[in-house]
């Protein structure tokens, strides 16, 4: 390796892209247009930097195939920052393997964050730990070792293990100090900053106060009964019962939640559980059928009675009602949560990390885009959208992660 590759490859590591482009701009081999592609990258044209990776790769041909899967890792990297959650994972693996063989560890432990890193994007929080297990965090330098950090902190957030989150954040400040990049010390300082943020409010008594992470993890380990207007479940400390797919249960049990221990009258009931303007006779008898269902569902924690006026949560024990709810109310907040990191997605990664169908997520985005709170630019595969961050609003407990079991 020449000594300009090697200049312009030691300022790319230390985050000086100018300095990198400056020394390989005019040349056209294949290690330059690698360097050429990581710079442009950095630099944000992932458009070009893409177009000059697959260049460099087939410069490289079959005869280089380490400084190829290189390549194939920038790539995915680029696919990662853009949000192009379909990217090929066996290419990846692929490459992954190879740079092993040929003992390039350091570039075959990047390869496995960036693996690690997209299943937390999709909420395959297993699978993602699992990948990491295979990195030995005393192997990496600085920079990886922030980087691997701060997939532990995240896995551990939508785990709701806040203790398990600071301490790899602590990790990944002095690896990101060590580097001396700019750009990774700011993002562990923005993750850092969402552990200090509220996540979400406390509904009991008909008083609201706002809970930052680690106090939703101590409620969720407490005696008391939540109804989680988040992730739309009821639970106490050791039962879960998803109502997230039965919406008319979920909407009744958190109106009773609310008026714990007072009842809720019929009428009001009706209003917002099956938007009827009046509780007449077929209202009612709805609502009778739907409150024996919602007695079925939560038979393991509560039972529902009826009142003179309507109906009230029992819980079973002498223990609290209370809900939990998102900080600020938003429709298709999902989407948000997912779109609050400022990176720019596609409808189709939206769906692959919802779990949801395309159309339905197109769907969620056009509402939003009519109601000035995302915005889409390109066309076709290309279209992404983005929005600015909402000042107070939840990300962690609205984003894609298996249902917390006791």
Known sequence: ????????????????????LNRVALRDDAPALALRGIAMAQLGDLGRAKALL?????????REPAARARCVVAEAEIALVSRDLGWPATALAAARATLEAHGDRVNAAHARYLEARRLLL??????????????????????????????????AMRQLRTQAARAALARAEQAAYAAAIPALMAEVESVARALETPVARLIAHGEVRPLRLEAVEALLTSPALVVDACRHLVRDAHTVIPLDRRPVLFTLVRLLGEAWPDGVPRGTLVALAFRGKRADDSYRARLRVEIGRLRHALEPLAGVTATPRGYALAPSGSREVVVLAPPV???????????????AWSSSALALALGI?????????DSLATAGKVQGFGRGRARRWITSPVPGFPTTLLLPAPLPSG
């Open 329 to 343: 109310e938003e429709a298709h907040a999902s989407l948000l949560a997912l779109l609050a990191d400022g990176e």
């Open 54 to 62: 697959r260049a460099a790769a087939r410069a490289f041909g079959t």
């Open 1 to 20: 390796m020449d000594a300009l590759i090697t200049a312009a490859s030691r300022a790319l590591a230390t985050g000086d892209p100018l300095d990198a």
């Open 357 to 365: 169908s395309q159309r339905s997520v197109q769907r969620g985005l």
């Open 122 to 155: 999709i909420g395959r929080l297993g699978e993602a730990e699992h990948v990491l297990d295979g990195l030995d965090p005393a192997s990496l330098r600085p920079a990886s070792g922030a980087a691997r950090e701060l997939v532990v902190a995240g896995i």
